[in-house]
């Protein structure tokens, strides 16, 4: 059987269209019976069309006849007068435009009349038919033929003119046109492509229609047409190809009156595809339509089949040949209804439901293994391997099964050479039955590398009898490199750790660095020559400290000509420097040095504390050697711990000298400062002393005790006063100043009433002053007392109401008191002091509490003092544990504010 009709949807289909047989066979019977109809219709019509022809022409023949009869009666045609006779006929030709001609010969065949004129003598007397109007004395035509008058074709009617004895008088002729044939047919309205012929009794066409002038003339006696007219006595119908070589359907007769062996012979043929037209709309409307029902029956056979049954079926084999695959989840998809597919789909899922969980109690055990897990037979194929032991050998698990496995990636040993496979401990399980572990051995992937591993090959036994093994095992790459990484943080960890007591015992650099090149040697597992080079800060170059499995003296004085190389490329650069090889790097000077002693690569790492390079600790191989990211951590590591030895030496030594350099500062210093202090204090009493005698004085002569003075007077001794007191003012900031500085304030703490302190302070000023200043005390009576030193704030508000008087000529200075409430519930006591004086420009706000620094600092101020009075209020705030503040704009006033804690 044919490979597409095992398919379920091609046999339903092939099912419906032979259903559909008998309905097209109906259509086809059908299609034949309106055929057989039309063809009849068709060749009926034809012939109807052939015969209103024939009648046509008979009538044309009887007319000639009739109109023979009437011109036999004429005297002009009796008594020969051509003249007459030729006037009368052409008008009756001109009235009948079926006849050609109209004319009269004598007895003897001489024409003497003609409606066309004669330009020479004719004679009929030869014509067969002009002989048998004489013989006969009655009507005679002719065949067709080419007039002698008109030269035209056409057929030629004769009738005699007797007199009463019987004697021939004339014979009066007519020439019957074949232009009413072509004009009659047109007349008809023939189907579109419909043919008329009109053919004599030889075969030869007379008349045509439609093309005449191709067609006259031809013989057409093999044509089926004509041997048709011929066998069935002239008339009947005949389907034939015709003259164009289309099929036509034919209806043909012949044309009566003409006599015996003159037959004419007419056919009207019409087009098949015309004939057939309808039926043919017909029959592919009607099989359109049945391939339109058919084409959606097949359709919904398709989908509904491929719904219904198709894919039920394709579903249930879909599933079968998962399952065969090994896809254990396989399921039909279908529901588990009454029908016989939905009965047959509920088993089959019962079926893979109960294979799958056997097997996925097998599969979790082998696929939940981190370990390599893989079953061997007697043969020593694999029967199952884990997922895990494909992954780690870098195989599928396909490619695995039913393969021998050591082949595969156990047939070399560590070191590449080949294991037999009778030496195997995983093979040897399968002949000595017992259990085989092996702690370190190499199994091979797919990519040709290796990695160790720990296995255990144990025999499967069943009734006793040895039926395979299973192996597991385990990548132990992570546990060597962990172990190798062990080892090697343990060399590192005693190289630094020795490093570090020979830093913490001694700062001598000849012993720390033989300690690190020793360590570097012992680190590194093949021969090398190592180098230091240190930065001396005098000489701002780097030289030579030391070395190993060098030559000293030879290579100190290469480093002099040298001026440090690739050394002072790391040093420089603060990282490492690597070369692969110096002997051949463009960048090396005298490569016949390096060649000479054998040294190859080259690793630089600098010599870094706190992030300042102090030299460099250089590494030549004498092999070529690419120097790992562990190598170069490690040394520069070991730099690193070198590098504090160094900068602690260096610290040292600096620290030493500056230990004498500050011995002897101080000792200055404090020489100076004694000398300071007792020019400060000699001056202070030399300077206070002699101005408060002048006070005294002038006291006494502005009071009047040494008799009246005038007011001016008066008033220029205050001002002397004012001065004086100013000067003494400015003696006792500088002290103050010079006391804050050498730190030799004391504060003094008790109890002060502010009320009593406050009031006290108020009676200090006077409010008749030289300029128009006016004072506001604003201060509660209920003020609690506090803890300070009364002298030093004292001190404070004094300076600040000082200040303000000074730059204040008039208005107002305000001294406000207040208790504030802080965080963590501790309160504070509030001064301001506040002016409406010239203010202070805000460039000199942040810098207002500084040593000589005045609100007009300019060099033609007009306030005086030394800029100390802010400075000794600030610090003396500060010694009291509190802050002080200024706002101020200039031409608006300041204020000052001091808090102090309040300790009651």
Same mark, same amino acid.
């Given at each position: 059987?044919?490979?597409?009709?095992?398919?379920?949807?091609?046999?339903?289909?092939?099912?419906?269209?032979?259903?559909?047989?008998?309905?097209?066979?109906l259509?086809?019977?059908e299609?034949?019976?309106?055929?057989?109809?039309?063809?009849?219709?068709?060749?009926?019509?034809?012939?109807d069309?052939?015969r209103?022809?024939s009648?046509?022409?008979?009538?044309?023949?009887?007319?000639?006849?009739?109109?023979?009869?009437?011109?036999?009666?004429?005297?002009?045609?009796?008594?020969?007068d051509?003249e007459s006779?030729?006037?009368?006929?052409?008008?009756?030709?001109?009235?009948?435009?079926a006849?050609?001609?109209?004319?009269?010969?004598?007895p003897d065949?001489?024409?003497?009349?003609?409606?066309?004129?004669l330009?020479?003598?004719?004679?009929? /007397? #030869?014509r !067969?038919? @002009?002989?048998?109007? +004489?013989?006969?004395?009655?009507?005679? *035509?002719s &065949?067709?033929?080419?007039?002698?008058?008109?030269g035209k074709?056409?057929?030629a009617?004769?009738y005699?003119?007797?007199?009463?004895?019987?004697?021939?008088?004339?014979?009066?002729?007519?020439?019957?046109?074949?232009?009413?044939?072509?004009?009659?047919?047109?007349?008809?309205?023939?189907?579109?492509g419909?043919?008329?012929?009109?053919?004599?009794?030889?075969g030869m066409?007379?008349?045509?229609?439609?093309?005449?002038e191709?067609w006259?003339?031809?013989?057409? /006696? #093999?044509? !089926?047409? @004509?041997?048709?007219? +011929?066998?069935?006595?002239?008339?009947? *119908?005949? &389907?034939?190809?015709?003259l164009?070589?289309?099929?036509?359907?034919?209806?043909?007769t012949?044309?009566s009156g003409?006599?015996?062996g003159r037959?004419?012979y007419?056919?009207?043929g019409?087009p098949e595809?015309?004939?057939?037209?309808?039926?043919?709309k017909?029959?592919?409307?009607?099989l359109?339509l049945?391939?339109?029902?058919?084409?959606?029956?097949?359709a919904?056979?398709w989908?509904?089949?491929?719904?219904?049954?198709?894919?039920?079926?394709?579903?249930?084999?879909?599933?079968?040949?998962?399952?065969?695959?090994?896809?254990?989840?396989?399921?039909?998809?279908?529901?588990?209804?009454?029908?016989?597919?939905?009965?047959?789909?509920?088993?089959?899922?019962?079926?893979?439901?109960?294979?799958?969980r056997?097997?996925?109690?097998?599969?979790?055990?082998?696929?939940s293994?981190g370990?390599?897990?893989?079953?061997?037979?007697?043969?020593?194929?694999?029967?199952?391997v884990n997922?895990?032991?494909?992954?780690?050998?870098?195989?599928?698990?396909e490619?695995?099964?039913g393969?021998?496995?050591h082949?595969?990636?156990?047939?070399?040993r560590?070191?590449?050479?080949?294991?037999?496979?009778?030496?195997?401990?995983?093979?040897?399980?399968?002949?000595d039955?017992?259990?085989?572990?092996i702690?370190?051995?190499?199994?091979?992937?797919?990519?040709g590398?290796?990695?160790?591993?720990?296995?255990?090959?144990?025999?499967?036994?069943e009734?006793?009898?040895?039926?395979g093994?299973?192996?597991?095992?385990?990548?132990?790459?992570e546990?060597k490199?962990a172990?190798?990484?062990v080892?090697?943080?343990?060399?590192?960890i005693?190289?630094?750790?020795?490093?570090?007591?020979?830093?913490?015992s001694?700062?001598n650099?000849?012993?720390?660095?033989?300690v690190?090149?020793?360590?570097?040697?012992?680190?590194?597992?093949?021969?090398?020559a190592?180098?230091?080079?240190?930065?001396?800060?005098?000489?701002r170059a780097?030289?030579?400290?030391t070395?190993?499995?060098?030559?000293k003296?030879e290579?100190?004085a290469r480093?002099?000509?040298?001026q440090?190389?690739?050394a002072?490329?790391?040093f420089?650069?603060?990282?490492?420097?690597?070369?692969?090889?110096?002997?051949?790097?463009?960048r090396?000077?005298?490569?016949?040095?390096?060649?000479?002693h054998?040294l190859v690569?080259?690793?630089?790492?600098?010599?870094?504390?706190?992030?300042?390079?102090?030299?460099?600790?250089?590494?030549?191989?004498?092999?070529?050697?690419?120097?790992?990211?562990?190598?170069?951590d490690?040394?520069?590591?070991?730099?690193g711990?070198?590098?504090?030895?160094?900068?602690?030496?260096q610290?040292?030594?600096?620290?030493?000298?500056?230990t004498?350099?500050?011995?002897?500062t101080?000792?200055?210093?404090?020489?100076a400062?004694?000398?300071?202090?007792?020019?400060?204090?000699?001056?202070?009493?030399?300077?206070?002393?002699?101005?408060?005698v002048?006070l005294?004085?002038?006291?006494?002569?502005?009071?009047?005790?040494?008799?009246e003075?005038?007011?001016?007077?008066?008033?220029?001794?205050g001002?002397?006063?004012?001065?004086s007191?100013?000067?003494?003012?400015?003696?006792?900031?500088?002290?103050?100043?010079?006391q804050?500085?050498?730190?030799?304030?004391i504060?003094?703490?008790?109890?002060?009433?502010?009320l009593?302190?406050?009031?006290?302070l108020?009676?200090?000023?006077?409010?008749?002053?030289?300029?128009?200043?006016?004072?506001?005390?604003?201060?509660?009576?209920?003020?609690?007392p506090?803890?300070?030193?009364s002298?030093?704030?004292?001190?404070?508000?004094?300076?600040?109401?000082?200040?303000?008087?000074k730059?204040?000529?008039?208005?107002?200075?305000?001294?406000t008191?207040?208790?504030?409430?802080?965080i963590?519930?501790?309160?504070?006591?509030e001064?301001?002091v506040?002016?409406s004086?010239i203010?202070?420009s805000?460039?000199?706000?942040?810098v207002?509490?500084?040593?000589f620094?005045?609100?007009?600092?300019?060099?033609?101020?007009l306030?005086?003092?030394?800029?100390?009075?802010?400075?000794?209020?600030?610090?003396?705030?500060?010694m009291?544990?509190?802050t002080?503040?200024v706002?101020s704009?200039?031409?608006?006033?300041?204020?000052f504010?001091?808090?102090l804690?309040?300790?009651?």
């Amino acid at each position: 059987m044919p490979r597409f009709l095992s398919s379920l949807r091609v046999r339903l289909l092939l099912l419906v269209l032979v259903t559909a047989l008998p309905g097209l066979g109906l259509i086809l019977y059908e299609g034949l019976e309106r055929w057989e109809l039309a063809t009849h219709i068709s060749e009926q019509r034809a012939l109807d069309h052939a015969r209103e022809i024939s009648r046509e022409h008979e009538g044309l023949i009887q007319s000639g006849h009739r109109l023979l009869q009437a011109l036999t009666e004429i005297t002009s045609v009796r008594a020969h007068d051509g003249e007459s006779c030729n006037r009368l006929f052409s008008k009756m030709v001109k009235s009948q435009p079926a006849f050609m001609n109209l004319g009269a010969a004598k007895p003897d065949g001489d024409v003497f009349c003609s409606a066309i004129p004669l330009t020479q003598p004719v004679n009929f /007397a #030869d014509r !067969p038919y @002009f002989q048998q109007a +004489l013989r006969t004395r009655d009507l005679a *035509v002719s &065949e067709y033929l080419v007039g002698r008058i008109s030269g035209k074709p056409n057929i030629a009617i004769a009738y005699p003119a007797v007199d009463s004895s019987g004697v021939v008088q004339a014979v009066v002729l007519v020439g019957l046109s074949l232009d009413w044939f072509n004009n009659f047919v047109a007349e008809l309205r023939l189907p579109q492509g419909s043919v008329a012929t009109l053919t004599d009794h030889n075969g030869m066409i007379l008349a045509r229609y439609p093309e005449p002038e191709k067609w006259i003339g031809k013989l057409v /006696a #093999d044509t !089926p047409v @004509f041997k048709a007219s +011929l066998s069935h006595q002239g008339e009947g *119908v005949v &389907e034939a190809t015709g003259l164009d070589g289309a099929r036509h359907l034919y209806g043909f007769t012949k044309l009566s009156g003409l006599g015996p062996g003159r037959d004419i012979y007419v056919s009207v043929g019409v087009p098949e595809k015309i004939a057939f037209s309808e039926v043919r709309k017909i029959i592919r409307r009607d099989l359109t339509l049945i391939g339109i029902v058919l084409a959606f029956s097949l359709a919904g056979v398709w989908f509904g089949a491929g719904h219904f049954i198709t894919r039920p079926v394709n579903d249930l084999v879909g599933a079968t040949k998962r399952l065969a695959a090994g896809d254990l989840s396989a399921r039909t998809g279908l529901s588990h209804g009454e029908g016989e597919l939905n009965q047959l789909a509920r088993s089959f899922d019962q079926m893979a439901e109960s294979l799958r969980r056997i097997t996925h109690r097998n599969e979790l055990i082998l696929n939940s293994a981190g370990e390599g897990i893989f079953g061997l037979d007697c043969e020593e194929k694999a029967t199952f391997v884990n997922p895990a032991a494909a992954e780690m050998l870098g195989h599928e698990v396909e490619q695995l099964i039913g393969q021998p496995t050591h082949p595969i990636f156990h047939q070399s040993r560590p070191d590449g050479t080949p294991y037999p496979s009778e030496e195997c401990p995983i093979y040897a399980a399968l002949k000595d039955g017992t259990t085989h572990h092996i702690t370190d051995e190499v199994f091979w992937k797919k990519d040709g590398t290796s990695f160790p591993v720990e296995y255990i090959s144990t025999p499967i036994k069943e009734d006793g009898k040895l039926t395979g093994a299973v192996v597991t095992f385990k990548d132990i790459t992570e546990r060597k490199r962990a172990e190798e990484e062990v080892r090697r943080n343990l060399e590192r960890i005693q190289a630094l750790r020795e490093i570090d007591q020979a830093i913490s015992s001694t700062l001598n650099l000849d012993d720390i660095f033989n300690v690190l090149l020793e360590r570097v040697d012992t680190f590194l597992l093949y021969p090398a020559a190592t180098m230091v080079r240190l930065f001396n800060q005098q000489t701002r170059a780097l030289e030579f400290f030391t070395c190993r499995n060098l030559d000293k003296d030879e290579w100190k004085a290469r480093d002099a000509s040298s001026q440090g190389g690739r050394a002072k490329a790391v040093f420089e650069a603060k990282e490492p420097l690597l070369v692969r090889n110096v002997q051949t790097d463009p960048r090396t000077w005298e490569p016949e040095f390096f060649r000479k002693h054998g040294l190859v690569s080259y690793l630089g790492v600098p010599l870094t504390a706190k992030g300042q390079p102090l030299g460099v600790l250089s590494l030549y191989t004498k092999q070529e050697h690419e120097f790992s990211k562990e190598e170069v951590d490690f040394l520069s590591t070991l730099a690193g711990q070198a590098a504090i030895a160094v900068q602690n030496s260096q610290l040292y030594e600096q620290t030493k000298k500056q230990t004498e350099e500050l011995k002897k500062t101080i000792a200055e210093l404090e020489t100076a400062n004694q000398v300071k202090n007792q020019f400060l204090s000699v001056m202070s009493h030399e300077l206070r002393t002699p101005l408060n005698v002048v006070l005294g004085y002038t006291g006494m002569l502005r009071d009047g005790m040494l008799g009246e003075i005038p007011p001016e007077q008066k008033k220029v001794l205050g001002k002397v006063i004012n001065r004086s007191n100013d000067l003494l003012t400015m003696i006792r900031d500088v002290l103050q100043t010079t006391q804050i500085e050498s730190r030799s304030v004391i504060v003094e703490r008790q109890l002060v009433s502010l009320l009593d302190f406050l009031d006290k302070l108020r009676t200090g000023y006077d409010p008749s002053l030289d300029k128009e200043v006016n004072f506001v005390w604003d201060y509660p009576r209920d003020l609690p007392p506090v803890i300070t030193d009364s002298e030093k704030l004292k001190q404070i508000l004094q300076n600040l109401i000082h200040n303000a008087i000074k730059f204040t000529e008039k208005g107002s200075v305000t001294i406000t008191a207040r208790i504030k409430e802080g965080i963590r519930q501790r309160q504070f006591v509030e001064f301001k002091v506040a002016d409406s004086g010239i203010g202070i420009s805000k460039e000199l706000l942040p810098v207002i509490f500084e040593k000589f620094i005045q609100a007009d600092s300019t060099e033609t101020r007009l306030y005086g003092g030394v800029g100390l009075g802010l400075y000794i209020a600030k610090k003396f705030t500060e010694m009291l544990g509190g802050t002080v503040q200024v706002e101020s704009e200039p031409g608006k006033g300041s204020t000052f504010t001091v808090t102090l804690p309040l300790e009651q």
